[in-house]
């Protein structure tokens, strides 16, 4: 095809989303984008966000100019490796006593760089031999402990402990919990 087709660029990722833009090609009266051999839609502006997608994906996105009918060759692809959700690991307890016990986790490292970590929330049971365990408290801290007191003696317990992060899309902060919990 003589159409030209644009450069595609990639300024923005995240855990569940890309901001993609390319040049303006001035005959182009739209621009179809492509995830591999996937069109995933027809634009009249430079620019996309792509929302909704999985944590852990990986994409290969192009993009090609339209004048009417007429499409161009698809443009260099650019590689968006959405990072995997921040899962806790290292979950210990220390500090154990008659009524109180310290749950310890290791700190979570939060990419890509426009991301920011907001809290952990650390989810706490008393374990029971016949059922899944009796929901004690729930708390929300910034530091990678807590200590829980006013416990039963000769009773077994557990913790669970999870991630809350933020990041920025098309100019609005939004924060993210699911409960993905390591024990």
């Given at each position: 095809s003589s159409l030209p087709a644009p450069t595609l660029n990639c300024y923005a990722f995240g855990y569940k989303f890309a901001k993609l833009s390319w040049n303006t090609i001035?005959?182009?009266?739209s621009?179809?984008?492509y995830d591999g051999n996937t069109k995933i839609g027809n634009y009249t502006t430079t620019n996309a966000t792509i929302t909704g997608l999985d944590y852990g994906s990986n994409h290969s996105y192009t993009v090609t100019s339209n004048v009417g009918s007429a499409e161009s060759n698809k443009s260099t692809a650019v590689a968006v490796n959405c990072p995997a959700y921040?899962?806790?690991?290292?979950?210990s307890f220390s500090n154990v006593k008659q009524n109180q016990v310290t749950v310890n986790w290791n700190p979570v490292t939060i990419s890509p760089a426009n991301h920011?970590?907001?809290r952990y929330h650390v989810h706490f049971y008393k374990i029971a031999a016949t059922a899944e365990g009796t929901f004690i408290k729930a708390i929300?801290?910034?530091?990678t402990s807590y200590t829980f007191d006013g416990l039963t003696d000769n009773t077994q317990y557990t913790a669970y402990v999870d991630v809350e992060y933020?990041?920025?899309?098309?100019g609005e902060t939004k924060n993210v919990h699911e409960?993905?919990?390591s024990s």
């Open positions: 001035d005959c182009a009266n621009y179809n984008l921040p899962s806790v690991i290292g979950v920011s970590l907001v929300t801290t910034t530091e933020q990041y920025t899309l098309n409960s993905r919990w």
